[in-house]
């Protein structure tokens, strides 16, 4: 089968979180099995450019990767490189996979396939969250969404989602049941962690203290930082904070932790990669995600790969992994219910809490590897091309 993947974000963009991650695990896995993989993306990470040759295809893990450069429509990732790319090499393809949405490029890959008749599938990545929607959509995003994504969605041939809290948020809006279908992220599974030499230093020395719990990911109002600031209170633990501060929150949060007096439990890192974001993860008594809703939440799911148990909120997509294999706590989002969890996690016993993190990893070990939900991706694509070849029959 030849896919293309369509995402204005792509490894190395790591500025744009999960799906620069997910996106690829998922190509890279298909080219695996047989699969001839492209994927188009635009050369922006954030604000910045990425160091990589523009409209020159490129090898990463297999996948052929052409990154296209951004043009002044940066906010909506807009790329007429990318689009003039589409409409003369779509109709080489079987089939269409668009990933996120808000993006003007995405708009013309759609109509792109429509026009040369090939299927499209479509993974909105969390951005249709009514939560997210109505606290920051701005009226230009609810237009958008009104006038370009909701009808991209309705006809696309398949719409991909990561999680029931996802499915749910999409059933919720009115869109046809048929062509959603659950396929969740995965993680690489990897060896051992990393050992203290193939690590920063700087990072060796912070974690040969006390215990501590990690946050891993961009810090951003959506992640309920605030909530967990507050419940860091009731224990006496340590909290690493480990990610990008795109929003500007970061001495907002530190400013609360000293008015709450946990200003000594907290350290805000920055953003981690690589062996230190393992080791991080893999020395931590649990990674936190205290979001209110997060259509998934990658890094729960890279914490127990880890052997690491997770905590975190109802609203999170992953929160149904942890509940099915017993692998962390899940608390209500709010700061009492979150110190109330805290603490009885860390009441537990040593043996207990590791007990939980190897349930974890065996789980994704067994069921959340890239080779098997690349399987059932693509069962997912040949249901939608038998669907569309009928329709055109």
Not at 239 to 258: Q, V
């Amino acid at each position: 089968m030849k896919i293309l993947h369509v995402v204005p974000g792509y490894a190395p963009a790591w500025r744009y979180g999960g799906p620069a991650h997910s996106v690829h695990g998922l190509c890279a896995a298909l080219v695996r099995q047989g699969h001839e993989v492209e994927v188009f993306t635009t050369d922006a990470n954030g604000s910045e450019t990425l160091d990589v040759e523009s409209g020159v295809p490129t090898e990463r893990d297999g996948v052929r990767v052409t990154y296209f450069p951004v043009g002044r429509l940066r906010r909506f990732l807009r790329s007429a490189a990318l689009e003039r790319a589409l409409h003369h090499e779509v109709e080489r393809f079987d089939l269409v996979h668009l990933h996120t949405l808000f993006s003007w490029s995405n708009v013309q890959a759609a109509r792109a396939a429509r026009g040369a008749h090939v299927p499209c599938a479509v993974s909105p990545r969390g951005m249709l969250v009514h939560e997210l929607i109505e606290r920051r959509g701005t009226l230009r995003k609810k237009l958008w969404l009104k006038w370009f994504d909701r009808p991209l969605l309705e006809q696309a041939a398949l719409v991909h989602v990561t999680s029931e809290v996802e499915a749910r948020e999409l059933l919720a809006a009115g869109l046809e049941p048929g062509k959603i279908v659950t396929v969740p992220n995965g993680v690489e599974v990897l060896g051992p962690p990393p050992r203290s030499h193939e690590v920063s230093a700087r990072l060796v020395e912070l974690t040969s203290e006390r215990p501590y719990l990690l946050f891993l990911g961009r810090l951003s109002w959506k992640k309920g930082l605030d909530r967990l600031i507050d419940a860091l209170a009731a224990v006496d633990v340590r909290l690493i904070l480990a990610g990008p501060d795109d929003e500007g929150i970061a001495a907002r949060l530190l400013e609360r932790a000293t008015r709450v007096g946990v200003r000594e439990q907290v350290r805000w890192i920055g953003l981690v990669h690589g062996n230190d974001k393992r080791w991080l993860l893999s020395r931590a008594e649990a990674l936190v995600l205290p979001s209110s809703s997060e259509n998934y939440g990658n890094v729960v799911i890279e914490a127990l790969a880890e052997g690491t148990p997770a905590i975190t909120t109802p609203g999170v997509g992953a929160s149904g992994v942890l509940r099915a294999s017993e692998s962390g706590l899940v608390a209500f989002a709010s700061a009492q219910a979150l110190a109330r969890c805290l603490k009885s996690f860390l009441d537990l016993p040593v043996a207990a809490r590791a007990s939980m993190g190897r349930r974890g990893q065996a789980h994704v070990a067994r069921h959340l590897g890239w080779d098997s939900l690349a399987r059932a991706m693509h069962a997912a694509y040949a249901r939608t091309l038998e669907r569309s070849a009928t329709a055109l029959g």
